[in-house]
């Protein structure tokens, strides 16, 4: 307020000086500087209190641009309108020409402007003085987002960036200076630019920019090893602050556009029910967990063997719910193994559940080769007794995360999900609970899978280990997988297996190589890549279809099929068999014996 007051204090003073020039001058006087005298500290206090209530006090003055100029333009203006009305019709205050009121509104808004800017003004040429040894920095997209990445750079000490120039498509741009940085283009020049230019990282700064455009983005730079950030996506911002600049990884590389769900469809599936998740500190149980309680059940049970898991989910949805401020769901976290039937019908008969998503299961393929033993009594004994109980217990719905490598197994994890998949095709056949499996491919991020495998390896410097240079997987995002399973309950009638659309597969010897690049490093350079041969039990490929030569049935869903349903076979006489028979059997003998209810299964030592 002073300096404002001092401001209009001088604008006006400059004005009575500008009167003793020609023209003005024949109309100044004694008799007008005497009235100046008193009307101007009026003319201050009058300012002050209308710019106090136009809020011109509660600027934030680090990033004061032309929003803020414009509301000081705009008080200025109606503030000395006022003045002049009150000269023009109160002559006898009058002691300034009016031509001169042009003078005092221009002059004291750019005054207020300076004063307000000046700590902007401050920093940016002491930004330009210093020497700058940050990392040359390239901004991709010469808009809005790619000057707000420029400003915040240069006014954040903690940011150790430094911006050489913009890259943009819009040939408008090209060629133009933005921020005192030169625009070059297209974007398809980024790589040359990247060694022109000696960029050492590469931020991808549009706004709104869609999946596939981001993704196109993403693979020209990946053609040289530097480190890629991007701004956050709006869906985002509640998890990092709006200045924060976001590594850019393997999942934004792979990730496709947003898979759309029938979410009213998906509510009316879930809300107001009980649901038991079994596996609920896993991967996929866990997010499971997060995507269902947003659609307000009565209840969740949340089931796991492993305690610490379930714990640390326990607590996230505390956060959640206390931070969102919200009606948390009503939630129990339970200790149990499926394999234990009797802790599981007390359980069972404790939370009476409606739906049921069965996420517990061994899904390692390399351990479970040598500890087939446990894998049988996971994935196909607790199958077993967890549909059994949705019988008993007439639960609506259960539903079974399977695997692709279900299909024509090679291991044995896999010929355990194929068996539990037989298990729901069996109580199908003879239980009013409508059973149905999801199955799918990799999902990047999860325990055990080969991106966070490689995330550690490129870490520690290398060397990145593929089994095969030929090998490919299908990948999907944990969220987008358990929306699909989500969707896929609303689908289930009885006895469905529903594949999962996994989009391209992708050469993990490719994935292996654009991690390292996203790292800033060289591969076969800086990190090398060694090639370890299949382990047992490996494909060099997976199938999602049991049988190719067979058509699959569409859905509502164009990411979702039905793989056509076979016989199911009575398998109670068979599973007894087995729960009486695997304990005292060796690591092969526990493989033969799945082989015979699994003819599929093929075994590899």
């Known amino acids: 307020m002073v300096a404002d007051a001092i401001c209009i204090a001088l604008t006006y003073a400059l004005a009575i000086i500008a009167m003793i020039i020609p023209p003005f001058s024949d109309s100044i006087g004694p008799e007008q500087i005497r009235m100046a005298l008193i009307v101007l500290p009026i003319i201050v206090g009058f300012k002050i209190l209308v710019y106090y209530f136009a809020d011109m006090y509660k600027l934030v003055l680090d990033n004061v641009g032309l929003d803020e100029v414009f509301r000081i333009f705009i008080a200025v203006i109606v503030t000395d309108l006022a003045v002049f009305l009150f000269f023009f019709v109160i002559r006898d205050f009058y002691f300034i020409p009016d031509l001169l009121f042009i003078f005092t509104a221009v002059f004291e808004a750019i005054l207020l402007s ?25 901004l991709v997209g010469a808009g809005a987002g790619g000057k707000l990445v420029c400003d915040e750079i240069r006014n954040n000490e903690e940011l150790t960036n430094y911006p050489v120039a913009f890259v943009d498509d819009d040939p408008m741009k090209i060629g133009k200076i933005m921020s005192g940085l030169q625009v070059y283009g297209p974007v398809a020049k980024i790589p040359e630019l990247i060694d022109e230019l000696k960029i050492e990282e590469v931020i991808i700064a549009i706004a709104n920019i869609s999946s596939e455009r981001f993704q196109e983005i993403i693979k020209i730079i990946a053609e040289r090893p530097v480190k890629i950030k991007r701004l956050p996506k709006f869906k985002e911002l509640k998890k990092e602050s709006p200045k924060t600049l976001l590594e850019v990884n393997v999942e934004d590389l792979l990730s496709r556009d947003v898979i759309d769900l029938d979410a009213p469809g998906i509510r009316g599936f879930i809300q107001g029910k009980r649901v038991m998740i079994t596996g609920a500190g896993g991967s996929i149980g866990s997010e499971l967990v997060r995507q269902i309680v947003m659609y307000e059940p009565a209840e969740v049970m949340l089931v796991d063997i492993y305690e610490n898991g379930v714990y640390d989910l326990q607590m996230e949805l505390n956060r959640h719910f206390a931070e969102e401020g919200v009606t948390p769901i009503k939630r129990t976290v339970l200790i149990a193994s499926v394999y234990n039937y009797d802790r599981m019908k007390t359980i069972f ?255 590899k030592e």
């Open 349 to 603: 008969t404790r939370f009476q559940p409606e739906l049921l998503f069965h996420a517990a299961a061994y899904k390692h393929v390399p351990l479970m080769e040598d500890s087939a033993i446990e894998a049988v009594r996971t994935n196909v004994l607790g199958t077993y007794n967890i549909a059994r109980l949705c019988d008993e217990f007439h639960v609506s719905k259960m539903v079974l995360v399977s695997s692709d490598k279900a299909v024509r197994p090679t291991n044995v994890m896999g010929a355990t999900k194929r068996f539990a998949e037989m298990i729901l095709q069996h109580w199908e056949s003879k239980s009013e609970t409508k059973y149905s499996a999801v199955r799918f491919g990799n999902v990047l991020g999860s325990n055990g899978s080969v991106v966070p495998l490689f995330k550690r390896q490129i870490e520690a410097g290398g060397p990145v280990t593929v089994t095969d240079r030929n090998i490919i997987r299908y990948f999907m995002t944990i969220p987008e997988a358990v929306g699909l399973i989500l969707q896929s309950g609303t689908y289930a009638s009885g006895g469905e297996t529903f594949i999962l659309d996994m989009g391209e597969p992708v050469r993990i010897i490719d994935l292996a190589e654009k991690m390292i690049m996203l790292s800033g490093r060289r591969p076969y350079i800086d990190i090398d890549i060694k090639i370890t041969g299949l382990r047992p039990g490996e494909k060099l490929f997976e199938e999602l279809l049991v049988d190719k030569t067979m058509d699959h049935i569409s859905t509502a869903h164009k990411k979702i099929f039905i793989e056509r349903t076979q016989d199911p076979k009575d398998i109670d006489a068979e599973v007894e068999f087995i729960r009486s028979a695997f304990e005292g059997l060796d690591n092969l003998e526990i493989k033969e014996l799945v082989h015979k209810f699994v003819p599929t299964y093929t075994i």
């Open 114 to 138: 300076a004063t307000r800017m000046l700590k902007r003004i401050i920093r940016y040429l002491s930004y330009k003085q210093k020497p700058h040894g940050g990392k040359r920095t390239l």
